[in-house]
């Protein structure tokens, strides 16, 4: 099966400073990844959309200056909160598609902003 | 809008009840549904439905998608302790995304 990883798994950072999370898909080649964020006893929310080489594309709502994703390679994405602040503190899940039908997820970063 | 429904948000049964978890969609260009389900990490894949009136069984488990009236349920049989999860219901439209419902939490008391 597909696997993906997450790094890292738990994180807790100081209000101002930023905080990057790491996306891998493990044994496939992820042609687009997905970041989301799930607040506590809510369900996912989809960020956005990232597809190798190219801008990812994000939901309404979401700052992308505030979370930058970067896919480097079709094996990695990354999503980087900056300037973190308390409001920011979360569940980020991110899941990685090899076809269209299929998303693998992560196993999710709990975000502390202190 | 595109929107996913879940009902009920939460339930509760003791072991070896059936339940019956509920999902309605609006959604443009449907192209699947799926279902996982979500213990303390990230959610695992349970079914994916894509044509109507197909059942689609894993054990216990069991799922169903009617496309002319756009919902879906999820069957679990015999319930154990182990079912107690939150149960994801999504779909998927013509842009690959993923739209989530607000999940069933069900509870499974011995």
């Known amino acids: 099966g597909a696997v993906v990883s997450q790094h890292p798994s738990r994180v807790i950072c100081k209000s101002g400073t930023s905080v990057k999370i790491e996306c891998r898909s493990l044994d496939f080649q992820a042609t687009t990844m997905f970041w989301y964020r799930q607040f506590p006893k809510k369900s996912l929310m989809l960020m956005a959309t990232?597809?190798?080489?190219?801008?990812?594309?994000?939901e309404q709502g979401v700052e992308k200056d505030k979370f930058l994703i970067n896919h480097a390679s079709l094996t990695l994405s990354t999503l980087t909160v900056t300037s973190a602040h308390p409001e920011d503190s979360s569940f980020y899940i991110c899941?990685?598609?090899?076809?269209?039908?299929?998303?693998?997820f992560g196993p999710g970063t709990r975000l502390t902003v202190t | 809008e595109d929107k996913v429904v879940q009902s009920p948000l939460s339930l509760v049964v003791h072991e070896g009840d059936t339940v019956t978890l509920n999902c309605s969609y609006e959604?443009?260009?449907?192209?699947?549904l799926l279902w996982y389900k979500q213990e303390k990490k990230a959610p695992t894949f349970l079914f994916m439905l894509?044509?109507?009136?197909i059942e689609k069984k894993s054990g216990r488990l069991s799922s169903i998608l009617d496309k002319k009236e756009l919902f879906s349920i999820l069957n679990i049989t015999a319930t154990q302790t182990g079912d107690s999860a939150v149960y994801l219901c999504?779909?998927?439209?013509?842009?690959?995304?993923?739209?989530f419902g607000q999940g069933t939490t069900l509870q499974v008391k011995p």
């Open positions: 999504a779909v998927e439209g013509n842009t690959g995304k993923l739209i």
């Open positions: 894509t044509s109507s009136g």
């Open positions: 990232s597809n190798e080489g190219s801008k990812a594309t994000y």
């Open positions: 899941s990685a598609s090899r076809d269209r039908y299929e998303q693998y």
């Open positions: 959604v443009t260009n449907f192209r699947s």
